[in-house]
């Protein structure tokens, strides 16, 4: 199994957008408009609320799919004609 490396810049990029991905999932994070302006607004304990949920999905989906590799024994790609 490849083994990703992330370094300085970058892991600190895929960490935030990881976290905002998660709030706009959890609709910590809404959109307000009006005709004169768009706004931004954050409920910090729905965000904290939906970044756990959200991690624990993620940990959980994981810990299966590692499971489940450990199941298989072989795997037949011959293609017959």
């Not at 307000?32 to 949920?53: C, D, G, H, P, R």
């Given at each position: 199994?490849?083994?990703?490396?992330?370094?300085?810049?970058?892991?600190?990029?895929?960490?935030?957008?990881?976290?905002?991905?998660?709030?706009?999932?959890?609709?910590?994070?809404?959109?307000?408009?009006?005709?004169?302006?768009?706004?931004l607004v954050v409920n910090k304990e729905a965000a904290l609320s939906s970044i756990q949920n959200g991690a624990g999905i993620v940990y959980d989906f994981?810990?299966?799919?590692?499971?489940?590799?450990?199941?298989?024994?072989?795997?037949?790609?011959?293609?017959?004609?």
């Amino acid at each position: 199994m490849p083994v990703i490396i992330f370094k300085g810049k970058v892991m600190i990029k895929f960490i935030l957008s990881v976290v905002i991905i998660l709030a706009l999932i959890g609709g910590a994070i809404q959109f307000i408009s009006t005709e004169e302006s768009w706004t931004l607004v954050v409920n910090k304990e729905a965000a904290l609320s939906s970044i756990q949920n959200g991690a624990g999905i993620v940990y959980d989906f994981a810990k299966a799919l590692i499971s489940d590799a450990d199941q298989i024994k072989s795997v037949d790609l011959a293609i017959e004609k």
